[in-house]
């Protein structure tokens, strides 16, 4: 069984990232790198999570029409089969820490940056090109099923970035690429018929995460400072990102 202590903190993180359309993937990972959790569970527990976490919230999104599809196809029909891949490619305990650190690490920084909305800027909206968002979402869904994230926590800030649409419209396309990447995730993962999975470890923090999630998305926590959260969310992503380069990148030598 998990230590309480994880399955607590799971439960955070779906309280707080269900809040803004996030599944929490790279904090789960985070928590469960310095609980030193099974490294054969990590990716499949965390991907679990996210698709229970940002379900609920991504068909709300939809039944409100915030999800512009001409705009989001390209992006997800690339991204799906990239996860796939990702998912599916074969990596060394020490290798995966080692990119896991560095995607850590910049989702720490991602996080904390404050990029200001269409509203605030005074500019428009990006216009629509298949060739890039394709090759945006390939290139985040591969890294995502490599790792074991969505990748929303990437997506999303470099969309708020280049004023890819609304903050609504990028909330809404973060949390449907969450939910199909991990899926994907998911099923590359599974496909690789890697053994030694607890399942049962696995269906705790998938409850902590249900009722976390579920607590969140009702009681409209975004009455927060969304940036206060978001940093120091940031900030335990990455200490945890630097504890996983100090611990793995010496095996290297």
């Known amino acids: 069984m998990p230590h309480w202590e994880i399955i607590f903190f799971f439960l955070i993180i779906s309280f707080v990232y269900s809040s803004v359309g996030f599944g929490g993937g ?8 310095l609980y030193s959790f099974p490294f054969q569970e990590m990716k499949l527990t965390a991907l679990v999570c996210n698709i229970i976490v940002v379900t609920g919230g991504t068909f709300l999104y939809i039944r409100h029409k915030q999800v512009d599809w001409k705009k989001v196809i390209p992006i997800v029909a690339v ?40 509203e605030q800027s005074g500019s428009g909206v990006l216009k629509s090109n298949y060739a890039r968002d394709g090759m945006l979402g390939g290139a985040i869904g591969f890294l995502s099923g490599m790792v074991g994230i969505g990748g929303g926590i990437f997506l999303s800030p470099v969309l708020n970035l280049v004023k890819w649409d609304t903050p609504k419209k990028i909330a809404a396309t973060a949390s449907f690429f969450i939910l199909v990447n991990s899926v994907s995730g998911i099923a590359g993962q599974l496909s690789a018929a890697n053994k030694g999975i607890n399942f049962s470890h696995i269906g705790l923090l998938a409850a902590s995460v249900l009722i976390g999630g579920q607590a969140g998305s009702r009681m409209g926590i975004t009455k927060f400072n969304p940036l206060i959260i978001r940093r120091i969310t940031a900030l335990v992503v990455l200490v945890a990102g630097i504890e996983v380069l100090h611990k793995h990148l010496h095996l290297v030598h």
């Open 79 to 118: 991204s799906i089969p990239m996860a796939f891949f990702g998912a599916r490619l074969k990596l060394s305990e020490n290798n995966f820490f080692i990119i896991l650190g560095f995607c850590l690490i910049v989702a720490a920084l991602l996080l904390w940056v404050k990029t200001k909305s269409l």
């Open 26 to 33: 790279s904090s789960y990972l985070a928590v469960l790198t």
